[in-house]
Each structure stands twice: as structure tokens, then as C-alpha cells.
């Protein structure tokens, strides 16, 4: 069973232009998480979605920021005319379900996002 | 909300032996899980041990293991045994019951020095 599949490893955009970063999740999980760490800290959360819907973007910056989960395919955190404050490693994360032992969420190996 | 402390920016160890890496956490809720995941040099996060709040048996994996105090919120991890590849950003996390964000503490460096 394959782990939590991100893509790309690494992008560069300069200013002003758009970033699309991809997150599978792990096979029969239905749940995906999207972390941002920026250079010597933590993972923030920024938002949580099942399949097709949007549980929980309290973590995500209002304006220039989006996420979606479609029914198929991968998950899509989408960042509009970037800036360098967004250059940072972006993880997503994936779980079964939301309770009991199914909770845990496995992560993937990140996307560095570097904004020129 | 949640808020997760960690102190100890950076720490050294000898290979084999032990290490305690600290934290301390803040919480209104009830029922949580506390965590420490692995960050190595690539970047990949990787759950080390997970404690149930409810629970007053400390968590153990192999070499790992808590020091679960939940009066005082302190969740510290201990390393035994240190091996050269335990090398990495150890983070310590959080998440109530019924919640699925994680609020991470800032991370310890630890460095196994053979």
C-alpha cells in the first residue's frame, strides 16, 4: 500500500504566478489535511477536507488560497499570484476515518514550495 | 485552542544513550491525543508514538517511550538506546477527540554523535 503521494517535490514560482501542489492519499483513506511549514518552525494546519467538501479552513489565508478534494483524483491546494511569504514546505496528510484507531493521519514527503 | 511548547530548540546525545526531549502542551478540551512525529533530513514526517489522553499507562514503541504527566501537561519522549539514524527534528503535536487539526510544537533538534 502506498503512502501519502505529493507532488511535486519541489516548485519554484516567481511572484505573481499561480502554484498547484497535488496530494494522494493513501489507498482507502477518505480524509486529507494540508500543513505549511515555514524555515524553523512547526506544521501549521490550514484546511481539511473529505471527498468533495471542505471541513475545516480555519488554518488557510482567505484571499489567494484554495483547496479541493474531488470525487476523483487528487486533492489540489492552489496558491494564487504568490508571494515570497509563501515559500515554505506544504504537507498534506491522510486518514481513514476520524475516530478510534483509524484516526491517525500519515503524512507525505512534502512540497517546497520556493517563491522567487 | 491548543498550543504545544517545546524548549529545547537543540539537543546532543552519545549513541546509546538516553535522551528525554520535552514538552508541554495547553488545552480546554476533555478527551485529546498527544504525539511525537520524526522529521529526518528529508523532510518526511514519521509518527513516532501516540498517547491517549484518557489513558494513564505511558505509551511505549521499542525504543521510545512518554512520560505522560496530565496535570502538569507534560508530555516528554524519551530515547533509548540512541542509534545515529534517530538523527532528526522531533515535533510534538496535539489534537483533540473530535477535531482533526494537529497543533505542532516548534521542534527539537536532536543530533546522535557517535
Known amino acids: 500500500n502506498a503512502g501519502v503521494m505529493q507532488n511535486p517535490r519541489h516548485l519554484v514560482r516567481r511572484r505573481g504566478q499561480e502554484a498547484r501542489l497535488r496530494c494522494s492519499p493513501m489507498k482507502g483513506h477518505s480524509h486529507v489535511y494540508w500543513y505549511r511549514q515555514l524555515p524553523e518552525e512547526g506544521l501549521k494546519f490550514m484546511v481539511y477536507l473529505q471527498k468533495e467538501n471542505i471541513i475545516d479552513e480555519s488554518g488557510m489565508p482567505k484571499e489567494r488560497f484554495s483547496a479541493e478534494f474531488p470525487k476523483e483524483g487528487p486533492s489540489i491546494l492552489r496558491i494564487q499570484q504568490v508571494v515570497r511569504g509563501d515559500s515554505a514546505a506544504y504537507f498534506c496528510?491522510?486518514?481513514?476515518?476520524?475516530?478510534?484507531?483509524?484516526?491517525?493521519?500519515?503524512f507525505g514527503p512534502g512540497t517546497r514550495l520556493t517563491v522567487l | 485552542a491548543q498550543t504545544v511548547t517545546q524548549s529545547q530548540p537543540e539537543m546532543s546525545v552519545q549513541e546509546a544513550e538516553t535522551v528525554t526531549l520535552s514538552c508541554t502542551y495547553d488545552?480546554?478540551?476533555?478527551?485529546?491525543?498527544l504525539f511525537w512525529y520524526k522529521q529526518p533530513p528529508s523532510r518526511q514526517m514519521i509518527l513516532v508514538i501516540r498517547?491517549?489522553?484518557?489513558?494513564?499507562q505511558n505509551a511505549t514503541e521499542n525504543r521510545f517511550s512518554v512520560n505522560f504527566q496530565k496535570a502538569a501537561k507534560s508530555f516528554s519522549l524519551k530515547i533509548s538506546d540512541s542509534q545515529l539514524g534517530d538523527t532528526a527534528m522531533y515535533f510534538c503535536a496535539s489534537r483533540a477527540y473530535n477535531f482533526n487539526k494537529f497543533y505542532f510544537g516548534s521542534g527539537t533538534k536532536l543530533n546522535v554523535k557517535p
Open positions: 488545552t480546554s478540551e476533555n478527551n485529546y491525543y
Open positions: 496528510a491522510s486518514s481513514q476515518s476520524t475516530s478510534g484507531n483509524a484516526d491517525t493521519q500519515y
Open positions: 498517547q491517549e489522553a484518557y489513558k494513564q
